[in-house]
């Protein structure tokens, strides 16, 4: 397996949420790293957003990934070897104060990447220039965009 310093976002992603999911801690990404997949990397974002679809201990959390040697600073979660960083906000899963309904599963050399589907349906309806909202704050740039479904 590649060195977390040559992963990409997904596959440190797809990294991360398989050993959560192993140590019993499901997790979904959400947020600008799904706009960067969808968008294929047009929207860049630096962190990592995933949601603690059960709520569990912070304290679960923070041993899991220490275990991968991610440190805790502040809210966020970094590695030695990369410039992404990962922070897990509170459920539930939603974009804005709708829910999502659908979670695709994306395959990578690293693991199983789970990532919300909202995301590229709305992108597809928005027009480029357009604000997305994310959460309780928007999210997204101009240009027009090439976006498709991950496979499973």
């Not at 906000?89 to 693991?111: A, C």
């Not at 027009?127 to 991950?150: H, N, R, V």
């Amino acid at each position: 397996m590649k060195s977390i310093r040559e992963m990409s976002q997904p596959e440190i992603g797809a990294l991360v949420v398989s050993h959560l999911k192993k140590m019993g801690i499901p997790v979904v990404l959400s947020g600008g790293a799904v706009v960067s997949i969808y968008s294929h990397a047009r929207y860049v974002s630096k962190d990592l957003d995933l949601v603690n679809i059960y709520s569990h201990r912070v304290g679960e959390i923070k041993n899991a990934m220490a275990s991968m040697g991610f440190r805790e600073e502040g809210r966020y979660y970094r590695h030695p070897d990369s410039e992404f960083f990962i922070e897990f906000p509170p459920g539930p899963l939603s974009v804005g104060t709708e829910p999502i309904r659908e979670i695709k599963n994306k395959r990578y050399e690293t693991g199983v990447l789970s990532l919300i589907s909202y995301l590229a349906n709305r992108m597809r309806q928005r027009s480029p220039g357009c604000i997305l909202p994310l959460g309780g704050f928007a999210k997204f740039g101009t240009g027009s965009f090439s976006l498709s479904q991950p496979e499973n």
